[in-house]
């Protein structure tokens, strides 16, 4: 049995789906919650709750270590935050394993930036994003 360890993790963003993905450098670790709601098919008379899938949908999020890109997809995923009137057809892949097939993928929409600085720390920027469409996984 093969265990994955963090460092073999990996992601490849392309701001418009267009087929230039390309893998970002220093992330430092990346994490994504993909949910599916539950619908309610009960009827009178029931005794237990029963229940169908519904919508599939998921949140994610990446920290980059901050080393001032001055171009690239990097920078285009620092700055995916402030694209007005958003298409949310920005694309990832997030990898389980280095150079394998273990991956999510999927549109998303980034919603939101963490910037900050520590005295004596590597810069961190926290980017937040949410699945806009289906999420394909292949775990």
């Known amino acids: 049995m093969a265990f994955y360890r963090g460092q073999q993790g990996t992601v490849f963003f392309d701001k418009d789906a267009e087929g230039g ?17 539950s619908i309610g098919t009960d009827v009178h008379g029931d005794s237990s709750h029963s229940f ?11 920290e980059v270590f901050y080393d001032a890109p001055s171009a690239g ?23 389980l394993d280095e150079a394998g097939g273990k991956k ?19 810069e961190v920027v926290t980017v937040n994003f949410t699945f806009n469409g289906e999420v394909t996984m292949s775990v």
């Open 21 to 37: 993905k390309s893998e970002l450098a220093a992330i430092r670790s990346w994490s994504t919650s993909i949910t599916k709601e």
């Open 52 to 62: 169908i899938g519904g919508m599939i949908g998921g949140t994610g999020s990446c």
């Open 73 to 95: 997809d990097k920078l285009d995923f620092l700055k995916e935050v402030v694209v007005t009137n958003d298409a949310g057809n920005a694309f990832i892949e997030l990898y």
């Open 104 to 122: 999510i993928t999927g549109s998303i929409l980034v919603t939101g930036a963490e910037y900050g600085a520590n005295v004596g720390e590597i």
